[in-house]
């Protein structure tokens, strides 16, 4: 498969620890966060979202942490498994409501997960 | 449900040429929108088409166009290409703008030499 990014910071984990994977966002007016998975070959794959009047949220496996104070947000994957390799993108939208020019995705990180 | 799909998958153009690339949304999607992602980077917003017109437009020149379809499939267009073009361009397809409910598709990738 193609390469989705040959310079980008790699956090890399073994098979069964914990994974986190941060992202410093760009505005303090930012409302709405989105984690996504990108795969070799393949489009971003949503994983998880969080409001700005939520600190936390958890899904399976994953959970989400934003702190507004220091624009900051954070993906934990739990029992990391070699299927979660992949690089992991942090999406910010800067202005209330839906709007495409507002959507900003950060640099992504890649996790390279060890046998 | 095919999800959504980009054809072709890789495309070779050389500078000053013209590149479609097409989208189809996922089944239910009415909403489309571009990105392009240069290599080690994040996407870009490009565009959205919603009911056969642009809505929102990223900070891109006009020789990036675009079309939405009845069908809600669509088209990217660049024209007059430059090396910096290339990219992957990826689809996204959403119903009514929401991107909450946003799916990417797997993008074509364009090499302009």
């Known amino acids: ?115 | 449900d095919a999800g959504v799909t980009q054809s072709p998958t890789h495309l070779i153009k050389t500078r000053g040429q013209q590149v479609t690339l097409r989208c189809s949304p996922k089944s239910g999607h009415d909403t489309v929108s571009w990105y392009q992602q240069a290599l080690g980077q994040g996407p870009q917003f490009i565009f959205q088409y919603y009911e056969e017109e642009e809505r929102q437009r990223g900070n891109f020149p006009d020789r990036f166009s675009g079309h939405q379809f009845p069908n809600y499939s669509s088209e990217l267009n660049v024209n007059a290409l430059l090396l910096g073009d290339s990219a992957l361009y990826l689809c996204a397809s959403s119903f009514s703008s929401s991107v909450e409910t946003q799916y990417f598709g797997p993008g074509t990738r364009l090499l302009v030499l």
């Open chain 1, 1 to 115: 498969g193609e390469s989705v990014g040959l310079h980008l910071p790699t956090l890399s984990v073994q098979e069964g620890d914990n994974s986190i994977i941060n992202c410093a966002y760009s505005n303090s007016a930012s409302d709405y966060f989105i984690w996504y998975k990108q795969e070799s070959g393949k489009g971003p794959q949503f994983i998880i979202d969080i409001r700005s009047n939520m600190d936390k949220r958890q899904g399976q496996r994953v959970t989400v942490l934003l702190n507004k104070t220091v624009k900051h947000l954070s993906l934990q994957i739990a029992a990391t498994q070699p299927g979660d390799s992949a690089v992991y993108f942090c999406a910010e939208n800067i202005e209330g409501g839906w709007s495409g020019q507002n959507f900003v995705f950060g640099p992504g990180t890649r996790l390279s997960v060890l046998p």
